[in-house]
């Protein structure tokens, strides 16, 4: 009797373990589903989709050490002002605390901001909060490399 009740522990702890595993990579997996809505929505930016994916109390660095609210990163993108043509990322990581989630990456783009060609690579720090069941970018800092 006690053997079947030590197997049964035994092959609980087992099920819960996956679970949680399981539960982790979902979790990491939405995050970087966000991540990639910002790569797309950086690059053909509408104030529809940079709405829903920014918190309200957004901090956004710029790797000039320019920081901008959600309203002045929402417009930057919308105008042009800052204008991306292509977004890579590279070397992403992801750890979740919580409901905070810390993304880092390398991020090398093709830009024409206000209409001037250029190039951008940086490391960028990305912290996200899940909130309303869906994950807000919260604050961005971006450093040249």
């Not at 035994?10 to 373990?17: G, V």
């Not at 043509?85 to 070397?91: E, G, H, M, S």
Request: charged residues 20%; hydrophobic residues 45%; contains cysteine.
């Amino acid at each position: 009797m006690k053997i079947h009740k030590l197997l049964f522990v035994a092959a609980l702890a087992i099920c819960t373990l996956t679970g949680l595993n399981a539960s982790a990579q979902k979790s990491e997996q939405a995050v970087a589903d966000a991540v990639e809505k910002l790569r797309k929505a950086m690059i053909d930016p509408t104030d529809a989709t940079l709405q829903a994916i920014a918190s309200d109390k957004l901090s956004y660095g710029h790797s000039n050490g320019k920081i901008e609210d959600k309203a002045e990163f929402m417009r930057a993108l919308v105008s042009g002002e800052s204008d991306f043509k292509t977004i890579d990322l590279t070397k992403q990581t992801i750890t979740i605390v919580d409901n905070t989630a810390m993304v880092r990456h390398e991020l090398s783009a093709v830009t024409a901001n206000s209409g001037t060609p250029g190039t951008a690579h940086l490391s960028v720090l990305l912290i996200w909060v899940n909130q309303n069941g869906g994950w807000k970018l919260l604050a961005r800092q971006a450093v040249k490399i």
